[in-house]
């Protein structure tokens, strides 16, 4: 077992090592973040692997969601989503009122501007995650008041 | 790991395949960004000194340590209570220098090489250099100046995991001018 603050500090090491220069274009902010991304992606394969060990087969695709807000979520964050939201057409919405990695940032508006940073690692998880259950995405998040946020999830249809 | 056994365990308890899995991510990360495995080692031990500095007010915090009167002290609770508390694991302590300057941590397993292999072609890589920093970082912040390496690793084929610690000095407090 591991202490949290180990997670918590590795992770905002994470983030500013990635972010070299506070000051820079769009075009580097986005690779900065695509890179977060993708780390947290490979850790999103690897962490699903282990927990649906023994777990039973999945139904459908809503059964994996709810697998992800509740046990994926308990696991990572301590906490389940609080909300779980869909169109019944691919995209889902994953809403979490505290979460986990702003908490000690914020608790209203200050800061947003940094928050999307802290959020991209976690998309790539849930990417990740969903990628090694055989179900292509693509993970968004948006923050109005922090430590609140959405995590928009759009399955890509196989063809 | 279950789906159950993780429920209803301490709070501030967390699944350390997470934190296995993340730092994995990182080096991979960092090996791709830098050329050669020395720059990584220094990146890892600059993130880890950086953990470290802030790491050990959360330890003082939650552990009710006071201040360390000599050097074994200072072992001890570093492998007794710190490693315990952060790694769920207790490293063993030897090979004390006839001074008393210099000690060795030994690790009979390293959770963050949980389920690491090192290729070939990165042989000077010390993959959990991030552990020197923050041993490094913390001990700064209470005025300790030590110097921390690996020098044995099972990665690399040896049987423990070995971290070298060795004190350097005491930082004295530097007041600023004009203030006594």
Known sequence: ?159 | MSRQSNRGTESKKMNSELFTLTYGALVTQLCKDYENDEDVNKQLDKMGYNIGVRLIEDFLARSNVGRCHDFRETADVIAKVAFKMYLGITPSITNWSPAGDEFSLILENNPLVDFVELPDNHSSLIYSNLLCGVLRGALEMVQMAVDVKFTQDTLKGDSVTEIRMRFIRRIEDNLPAGEE
């Open chain 1, 1 to 159: 077992m591991a202490d949290e603050a180990l997670f918590l500090l590795l992770h905002s090491e994470l983030v500013s090592c990635v972010y070299k220069s506070p000051e820079q274009g769009e075009a580097e902010n986005g690779r900065c973040i695509t890179k977060l991304e993708s780390m947290g992606f490979r850790v999103g394969q690897g962490l699903i692997e282990r927990f649906t060990k023994d777990t039973a087969r999945f139904k459908d695709e809503l059964d994996i969601m709810k697998f992800i807000c509740k046990d994926f979520w308990t696991t990572v964050f301590k906490k389940q989503i609080d909300n779980l939201r869909t169109n019944h057409q691919g995209i889902y919405v994953l809403q979490d009122n505290k979460f986990r990695l702003l908490t000690q940032m914020s608790a209203a508006k200050q800061y947003l501007e940094h928050a999307p940073k802290y959020l991209a690692f976690t998309c790539g998880l849930i990417r990740g995650g969903l990628s090694n259950l055989g179900i292509k995405s693509i993970v968004t998040a948006e923050v109005s008041t922090m430590p609140a946020c959405k995590f928009q999830v759009m399955i890509q249809k196989m063809l």
